[in-house]
């Protein structure tokens, strides 16, 4: 039976291969691993030290040393999520290009290895081409067969959408010579799927568009507004502050117009970023 720091040290080990395969091979695995690893094992002898230390100086540079170390984690293991999840992003947008350049030579009665080859010719998507140069390389090198090495690209690439069509490409290789029109009906409903999206998308900016020119545009004008015509009765108040026309020009101009505006950008760039 492991002791918990061995067991510990594999659960990130396999956790740090998991991310290293899904990345496409591109991460440093042995600096994930090791800061995964062996960060948090540092950091908490420095927390005991920083709280039983009586010293102000030497309990403040432990601290330090702590939030840096924190910084480094969160920052080494946040690049790795974010790469496996763009490189799944590439993808789920251009599948239907592959499967356009793919359809018509599987039709054509094109081997299975040809197309692969081809596609790490033609496709334009680096990430895809690079995944395809990948299955010629464990084809070519690591001696697997084409169907073999394409299963283990889906396990390597982190796309529920490539995953199924590289499956259905597989199955419907191994039974059937009508690979093509299986292909096609999994294109057929992809474009329609992203068809949907792109309307419902287009609805959703619409809406936002007029949430920010509510909010952002005409709020703080009809709030100066309201300011300039009340003034004359007396002074307005806003909690502690005596809100004159002057206070509230600036007050929308430097602080809440550059606010909502950029609450506006991220809602906008993250509706865009799902199509």
Known sequence: ?????????????????????????????DV???????????????????????FVVIRSVLLVIVLVL??????VLLYALVRVKTRAGHFDRGIITTLLTAIPLLASNATLMDVINTLALVERDP???REFRIILRDVREGGLDVVSAIRRS???VPS????DIMGLLVESYRVSSNVADVLFLKLDYLIRNR??????????????????????????????????????????YLGPLQLDPTLALIMTLLIYAPVMGYV????????????
């Open 160 to 163: 529920h959408v490539y995953a």
């Open 195 to 236: 068809f949907n999206r792109l309307r419902s998308t287009t609805q959703t900016l619409s809406f936002l568009l007029e949430i920010y020119l509510v909010m952002a545009l005409l709020l703080p004008i009809l709030l100066v507004l309201i300011t300039i015509t009340l003034s004359p009765l007396g002074p307005m």
């Open 32 to 54: 994930l691993r090791f800061v995964i690893a062996y960060i948090p094992l540092i950091e908490v002898p420095l927390v005991i030290l920083a709280v039983f230390v009586r």
């Open 70 to 75: 924190i910084i480094d984690y969160v920052a």
């Open 127 to 129: 990430e895809i081409a």
């Open 264 to 275: 506006s950008y991220i809602l906008i760039d993250s509706t865009m970023g799902s199509i």
């Open 154 to 156: 889906v396990e390597r």
């Open 1 to 29: 039976m492991r002791n918990p720091l061995s067991s510990y040290l594999l659960w990130v080990s396999n956790y740090v291969d998991r991310l290293y395969r899904l990345s496409g091979y591109t991460l440093n695995a």
